[in-house]
């Protein structure tokens, strides 16, 4: 059974850095693409970024994260990561951590991740930018 946890969550000042972690279980990260979502309080899910599972891990960033989050992966630890940098109150939401199998393009693979019986998904962590 595929799990997803994630951690690193938190109330941070408007400017500064955070760093979540998604670690998984159940599985190797061999082909598997990860994603990073998020849902503002009102608002839609959105997808933030995503990494390929394939060789030179792709990725994908959506508009206005793109010069401020970095996403990355380590296999031999089965997790990843999104640095987080000049956080903004717009960014306060739950973050969600996301995995599909396989080797579609990046952006494919995050389409993926959002169709029933095909992604698995972690519980959330909130992340708060606040003075």
């Known amino acids: 059974q595929v799990q997803l946890v994630e951690s690193g969550g938190g109330l941070v000042l408007p400017g500064r850095s955070l760093r979540l972690t998604c670690t998984v279980s159940?599985?190797?990260?061999?082909?598997?693409?990860i994603g990073w979502f998020r849902q503002a309080p009102g608002k839609e899910r959105e997808v933030i970024s995503c990494?390929?599972?394939?060789?030179?891990?792709?990725?994908y960033y959506r508009d206005s994260v793109k010069a401020r989050f970095t996403i990355s992966r380590d296999n031999a630890k089965n997790s990843a990561f999104l640095q987080m940098d000049r956080l903004t109150s717009e960014d306060t939401a739950v973050y969600y951590c996301?995995?599909?199998?396989?080797?579609?393009?990046?952006?494919?693979?995050?389409?993926?991740?959002?169709?029933?019986?095909?992604?698995?998904w972690g519980q959330g962590t909130q992340v708060t930018v606040s003075s």
């Open positions: 996301a995995a599909a199998i396989g080797t579609l393009p990046v952006q494919s693979m995050c389409r993926m991740m959002t169709r029933p019986g095909f992604g698995f």
């Open positions: 159940g599985t190797t990260l061999d082909n598997v693409a």
């Open positions: 990494i390929s599972g394939m060789a030179g891990g792709s990725t």
